[in-house]
């Protein structure tokens, strides 16, 4: 059974940054597909941004510019570099694996940016 651990939420004040960590339980040479998603209070969980095996990448329109995703083969572990955070950002934000058709969910990292 896949794991998948996010780590490096926290508390910011508007345009600080932070950096998300994800760590696969296996090497993540075998997901086609990572990705982060967020859950804001009382919404639904939305894409944040998403990175293939080769290293394209795509990012929410609202994320772009601010946000980084990457892959660090070796460490097995995917991050997700958040600057110049505003107060929408806030939410619960997921570590998502895509292997074989199946999506792995992480338990979440709780990101809240105060204004």
């Known amino acids: 059974q896949v794991q998948l651990v996010e780590s490096g939420g926290g508390l910011v004040q508007a345009g600080g940054s932070l950096r998300l960590s994800c760590t696969a339980s296996e090497t993540i040479f075998s997901f086609s597909t990572m990705g982060w998603y967020r859950r804001a209070p009382g919404n639904q969980r939305d894409l944040v941004a998403t990175?293939?095996?080769?290293?394209?990448?795509n990012y929410a329109d609202s994320v772009t510019g601010r946000f980084t995703i990457s892959r660090d083969n070796a460490k097995n572990t995917m991050y997700l570099q958040m600057n110049s955070l505003k107060p929408e950002d806030t939410g619960l934000y997921y570590c998502?694996?895509?292997?074989?058709?199946?999506?792995?969910w992480g338990r979440g990292t709780q990101v809240t940016v105060s204004s």
């Open positions: 990175i293939t095996t080769g290293g394209s990448t």
């Open positions: 998502n694996a895509n292997k074989r058709v199946v999506n792995y």
